[in-house]
């Protein structure tokens, strides 16, 4: 590999990623992406590298919801934490008893399908609300079909976790929550608390190689604050658009990977 030959730039671009990553699971999500590869090109297998970087990127996603805290809808939070904590765990022992490969080749599928849902998830909920005559500033959410509907998603964070914040935004938009804002706090909230689960799994079963998982935990813990204050400044839409065409890009990335073979 390119790296092999200058084996400092590894580590910059380990620092690189890490620190962008950060920013962009605080703005729109998918920061694994960047991460997750610059983790496998420090040399480490596929699910050690997996679980470093799930372990290196939660801190960020602490800065985020501590930044973000105020927009949660705090009445929905005992039902997402539940489902948060079991989906959690259950998708970190899979990851760890189980090959990726097949679980990795519907990844660019779910992203795809997930973003497509959520670009259109808020001119339909707009249309619903209007119908229903709806004036309150939050719509009512059923907490048993939102945990249901949340699980397998939670499982997936668990389990592999990257772009995983997509699909709980589209999840919350299809139930008719529409504040950006609101969408983006809650993303952050499931993704720390069913990783913080799975990292307790995974330093259990020992998959973590903490060398690095330290330098890249610093620089996306800063980038995740970064990109927590850069995102309550940026309108709605904007922010919308952006979730989309990052989804776009990331999902074309893994089908090009797929026909690299």
Not at 128 to 143: F, L, N, T
Not at 159 to 165: C, T, V
Not at 249 to 260: G, L, M, N
Request: glycine share 10%; hydrophobic share 55%.
């Amino acid at each position: 590999m390119f790296f092999d030959h200058i084996p400092h730039l590894r580590y910059i671009w380990l620092v690189a990623a890490s620190t962008i990553a950060g920013v962009m699971n605080a703005m729109a999500g998918g920061g694994s992406f960047l991460s997750f590869p610059a983790m496998l090109g420090m040399g480490v297998l596929p699910v050690q590298a997996n679980a470093t970087n799930t372990v290196a990127l939660w801190p960020g996603q602490l800065t985020s919801l501590a930044t973000l805290r105020g927009d949660v809808r705090k009445d929905l939070l005992p039902a997402v934490a539940a489902t948060c904590i079991v989906g959690g765990v259950l998708g970190a022992e899979v990851l760890l008893h189980t090959k990726q490969r097949t679980f990795m080749n519907l990844i660019p599928w779910l992203i795809l399908g997930g973003t497509l849902i959520f670009g259109v998830s808020g001119p339909v909920s707009k249309w619903m609300r209007r119908r229903a005559k709806q004036d309150e500033a939050e719509p009512h959410i059923p907490r048993l079909a939102l945990a249901a509907a949340l699980f397998p998603v939670c499982f997936y964070i668990g389990y592999f976790g990257a772009g995983g914040g997509f699909l709980v935004m589209t999840i919350l938009a299809l139930f008719g929550m529409e504040k950006m804002h609101t969408l983006n706090a809650m993303k952050v909230f499931a993704a720390l608390l069913s990783n913080f689960v799975a990292i307790i799994t995974f330093i259990f079963q020992g998959a973590i190689v903490w060398h690095y998982c330290v330098v890249s935990m610093v620089f996306a813990a800063f980038g995740g604050w970064v990109g927590a204050r850069f995102a309550r400044r940026v309108n709605g839409d904007v922010l919308r658009a952006i979730v989309v065409a990052t989804g776009c890009v990331i999902a074309a990335y893994f089908f090009w990977r797929q026909a690299q073979g």
